[in-house]
């Protein structure tokens, strides 16, 4: 059976150091990778995904992930955080059994960045 | 322009009622989902629709129904609410079945049930 793990309910980074939010994942086959964040009171925000090609995956608002096979991991990552960073960050991974598209979520990490 | 929009943003009702969630999405997708998010933060996927066809439904009671009158709408209907409903609702949609696009969400719906 597919699945994702982050392994940290929380993170604690100063502004402008960089951080790392890690995320592992079990699945058959080649894996469909991404990460979302949430604002408080908001829904979730797609920031990038890993499908196949480079294993330095750009996204949104300067984060990028690394996928790493023989790691099984997809860990998030931003050279310098800023205190906006703060937020709930999902790692999700695509059930391929079914071909429903269906997402499978870790439980998330909360981001917390201080000034 | 709001891309994937839910109605109420808020519900409080009493247990035993029924009510319904609204969901409209502006982008075109093909595909729409419903997700609850509880106390705890976790995301679970309850249904997805593709041009109105059912494609997932998850270990949902039948107290849920999820009706999509044209694929740029999909309602969540949910019969003699019980306190363990209460959790966030989150409509997505996506360009595609297949999962290779990001879903883009809603803000959610804040059901409380008393």
């Known amino acids: 059976a597919q699945s994702v793990a982050q392994p940290e309910d929380q993170v604690k980074v100063a502004e402008g150091n960089p951080l790392t939010v890690k995320c592992t994942y079990s699945?058959?086959?080649?894996?469909?990778l991404f990460w979302y964040v949430q604002y408080p009171n908001r829904g979730l925000q797609f920031l990038l995904k890993?499908?196949?090609?480079?294993?330095l995956v750009k996204g949104s608002y300067g984060f990028e992930a690394e996928f790493n096979k023989s790691q099984t991991s997809f860990h998030l990552k931003k050279p310098s955080a800023l205190v906006s960073d703060s937020a709930l960050y999902f790692c999700?991974?695509?059930?391929?059994?079914?071909?429903?598209?269906?997402?499978?979520f870790g439980q998330g990490t909360t981001l917390q960045v201080k000034p | 322009d709001t891309a994937v929009s839910q109605t109420p943003k808020y519900l409080v009702t009493q247990m035993g009622n029924d009510k319904s969630i609204k969901c409209e999405q502006n982008?075109?997708?093909?595909?729409m989902y419903w997700y609850k998010q509880d106390s705890k933060k976790f995301l679970k996927i309850m249904f997805s629709?593709?041009?109105?066809?059912?494609?997932i439904n998850e270990t949902v009671p039948n107290r849920f129904s999820p009706k999509s009158p044209d694929k740029a709408h999909l309602n969540l209907h949910i019969n003699s609410l019980e306190l363990g409903d209460s959790a966030v609702y989150f409509c997505?949609?996506?360009?595609?079945?297949?999962?290779?696009?990001?879903?883009?969400f809603g803000d959610g719906t804040r059901l409380s049930i008393l």
């Open positions: 997505a949609s996506s360009q595609d079945v297949g999962g290779n696009q990001p879903q883009h």
């Open positions: 699945v058959s086959g080649n894996p469909y």
């Open positions: 890993y499908i196949t090609g480079d294993n």
């Open positions: 999700a991974v695509r059930d391929i059994s079914g071909n429903t598209g269906k997402l499978i």
């Open positions: 982008l075109g997708h093909d595909t």
């Open positions: 629709y593709n041009n109105k066809e059912l494609i």
